[in-house]
């Protein structure tokens, strides 16, 4: 599939906090933590950090990247309900490293992800992601375990 990214608007921000995903994906439902419901629909808070993901023309999915360092960008991402769990996480996850190596040359990369979400963590190996740390974090409504993934750059 070819993926292209634009700056996220405004619109493509509400559409994405609709989303709606099955079972224990739930978690991932906008909706399910209102703080960062409200940071996501903040044009202000997303400034040109966040990306919409189309392939065909059609909204796949979101990227947002922040640099916590001069040398590495955290990445948070979305990928749209319908095309989860079909066998495209891997190229999509690709997608956003070669879109995020290209924009901020990062050394390293990171992301958090949920610790039950066993399929998200499967995608992020294969693409070349470790595990660095196992924490707990306050969301959706209580403290919930995950896991710190990191990539070298090369």
């Not at 044009?43 to 990227?63: H, M, N």
């Not at 979305?78 to 066998?87: N, V």
């Not at 958090?112 to 969301?139: D, M, P, S, W």
Request: negative net charge; proline residues 2%.
């Amino acid at each position: 599939m070819k993926y292209t990214f634009q700056s996220l608007s405004q619109k493509q921000a509400e559409d994405i906090a609709e989303w709606q995903y099955d079972g224990d994906y739930a978690f991932y439902d906008m909706t399910a933590d209102l703080e960062d419901l409200q940071q996501f629909l903040n044009p202000d808070e997303r400034k040109d950090a966040c990306f919409a993901v189309f392939t065909s023309g059609e909204l796949i999915g979101f990227y947002c990247f922040h640099k916590v360092s001069e040398n590495t960008v955290d990445i948070g991402l979305g990928m749209k309900p319908d095309y989860t769990g079909a066998r495209k996480g891997a190229e999509f996850v690709q997608a956003g490293l070669d879109f995020a190596t290209g924009r901020y040359k990062p050394e390293k990369m990171t992301l958090a992800v949920a610790a039950f979400n066993k399929r998200a963590l499967r995608v992020y190996q294969k693409t070349g992601f470790q595990i660095t740390e196992k924490f707990k974090q306050q969301t959706n409504g209580g403290k919930h375990d995950f896991v710190k993934m990191q990539l070298t750059c090369t």
